[in-house]
């Protein structure tokens, strides 16, 4: 059995920067599963029906230059509540679970659908405004042209629709661990995240 680590919460908690990290300090594989989400969004942007723009998902189609704009965010998380395009993604998700060597996956549904059985379990969150005004810089840094005001509504949206969703919606696994960076630096909150998985290993 390899050894999984499963990271979920809410946009812009820090979930990339620590699965990032983690996956390098104990040389496991990394897969980002929001980008299987965006990259299935932006094919729908293009005109493709969601369910065909994840089935027929290709390795390149993760490298667009445009997945990280928030028109895309948006569209990525209302082709994730359709339960159909969800079901087209497990396969891939769970075969880079069970790489040799272990993985790392973050994601919304990691710790409860994806890998139940995961040997360790974070949720990673942090208030709305802190997120948002993380998203912000970011966003900002790469050109993009943003307000601080859109970006906490888009992410408030995009939230509220990934947690009522009635598939797979964005919550804690019951045996999670719930790390709040509000208050964290990106230093502390890799440090925890990285004492957390020593001790299950
Ligand atoms: O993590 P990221 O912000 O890139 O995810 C984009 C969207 O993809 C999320 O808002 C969510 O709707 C969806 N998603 C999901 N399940 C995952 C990962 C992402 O539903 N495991």
Redesign the pocket.
Known sequence: MSFTVAI?GP??AG??TISKAVAERFGLAHL???????AT?ARVLDGLKPLAAAETLQADDLKRDDLRTGDV?RA??QV??IPEV?AALVAF?RAFAQRQGGAVL?????GTV?CPEAAVKLYVTASDNVRADRRYREMKASGMDVTPESVLADLRE??A??SVRVA?P?KPAEDAVVLDTSLMSIDDAVARAVAIIQAAM
């Open positions: 979920d946009a812009a979930k990339g980002d599963t929001g980008l299987l989400y965006r969004g965010a990525a998380s994730a509540a969800r998700q973050d994601g919304r549904d990691i994806i995009r939230d629709r990934d797979a964005m």
